[in-house]
């Protein structure tokens, strides 16, 4: 849309009823769109685009994104994305799944990805952080079962709390912040000493309260044997009978690494600081004032690369460059025959890090479908539902 039409189509727009506004808040957040409940679970509807314009602006703009994304790769990613071509699904099987599962498809984006697997469309791109993002990236969990290489399915190695253990290589690898004074104001602050390109701060307070203590050392435990959410998840349901394991790292994800602002603890936070105090003050310093909550997973995020795909990936790649490898952030997808290969890849990179952590080997998992829903109503319903009868 030109600039001068914008504000008074979505004007209208939201006057009509497609979209709810949230509010703006004054350097805090701009305006916040969705799409209001009358349309909250209509499906996408597929139009061929024929503005020849357009697609040739969308073909100029997508061949610069591409050539800008492959000039920061590594060989390890060309060789990932080599790979991936190979991949396929059951695509009618998937679409039953999802057919039996519509909550965890609106939109049908899940379609449209299973889609794009099933037509050779694969997507590969390196995140700021190094981290990969492929065609199973934001595949739900129970469409995984359905891919295969060859017709054979697929199983993973992926490590067993992989960031919280990350955050405990931080703490024994750096040395931990400290207070340090600011000219702002005139005042001392807590100030984050982080930074964003990949290194922690090597300012350290040398009295031994600040050393590794008992919970620094109770949590080195935990997350080297993996089982830090069983830990924490025990504790959590003694307090709310009604947590399950996924809401729990949902939670220790928004509450303990990237909590923004002071909005009141809920219980896998208040767990998690009664539990590990030294933790806790590491990754408060480390993310520093509310606007700075992303510090600790950016630097997850591009630990994790660097020891998934820089060293345990790029291995296996150099050893057997043929193998077909998938990966998933902290998992390695592969055929059951060389399943191995992946853990004794794992094995090596440990020993070069000085740094063990657990993983676990999953075979493809069947997700129970769900009962199925009603067709939604709205207008892209009443299109597909048109389109069907003609």
């Known amino acids: 849309m030109y600039q001068t039409t914008y504000a008074e189509v979505m004007d209208e727009l939201r006057q009509g009823g497609v979209f709810e506004r949230d509010r703006y808040l004054v350097g805090r957040r701009s305006f916040g769109f969705r799409l ?9 509807v597929r139009v061929p685009v024929t503005d020849q314009r357009l697609i040739k602006r969308l073909a100029s703009f997508a061949a610069e994104h591409h050539q800008k994304q492959v000039a920061t790769w590594l060989p390890v990613h060309h060789a990932l994305a080599d790979q991936q071509r190979r991949l396929r699904i059951h695509g009618d099987q998937a679409r039953e799944w999802l057919s039996l599962n519509q909550e965890a498809n609106r939109f049908d984006v899940q379609g449209v990805l299973v889609g794009n697997i099933e037509s050779g469309q694969f997507h590969f791109s390196v995140g700021t952080y190094g981290r990969v993002f492929n065609s199973i990236s934001n595949l739900k969990r129970g469409l995984r079962y359905f891919i295969h290489v ?20 931080m703490i024994v690898d750096r040395k931990p912040l400290v207070r340090r004074q600011t000219e702002q104001e005139g005042e ?4 984050s000493n982080y930074d964003s390109s990949g290194g922690l701060p090597d300012h350290y307070d040398s009295s031994p309260e600040n050393r590794v203590g008992a ?21 959590a349901q003694s307090q709310v009978e009604n947590i399950d394991r996924d809401e729990l ?19 896998v936070e208040q767990v998690f600081v009664e539990s590990f105090p030294t933790v806790s003050g590491f990754i408060r310093e480390v993310n520093g004032s509310g606007r700075e909550h992303k510090n600790l997973i950016q630097q997850l995020h591009r630990e994790e690369a660097r020891f998934v795909i820089g060293r345990v990936v790029t291995d296996l790649v150099s050893r057997f460059p043929g193998m077909f490898i998938l990966t ?12 191995t290969r992946v853990e004794q890849a794992f094995d090596r990179a440990f020993e070069q890090t000085g740094f063990r952590m657990s993983w676990k080997v999953k075979p493809p998992e069947m997700i129970e479908p769900a009962r199925r829903t009603p067709e939604p109503f709205g207008p892209a319903a009443e299109i597909r539902r048109f389109v069907s009868a003609v």
Request: aromatic fraction near 8%.
């Open 150 to 169: 060859g017709g054979k399915p697929l199983w993973h190695v992926d490590l067993s709390c992989c960031q919280p253990a990350l955050i405990a290589k």
């Open 36 to 44: 209001a409940d009358r349309f909250a679970h209509d499906r996408h």
């Open 215 to 235: 919970d620094v050392a109770r949590y080195l435990e935990l997350v080297r044997d993996g089982s830090l959410y069983d830990a924490l998840l025990r504790e």
């Open 249 to 267: 790292k949902r939670q220790f994800m928004c509450d303990v690494i990237a909590k923004r602002g002071d909005y009141p603890r809920r219980v």
């Open 188 to 191: 001392t602050t807590r100030v």
């Open 328 to 339: 998933l952030h902290d998992a390695i997808y592969v055929a059951e025959e060389n399943l």
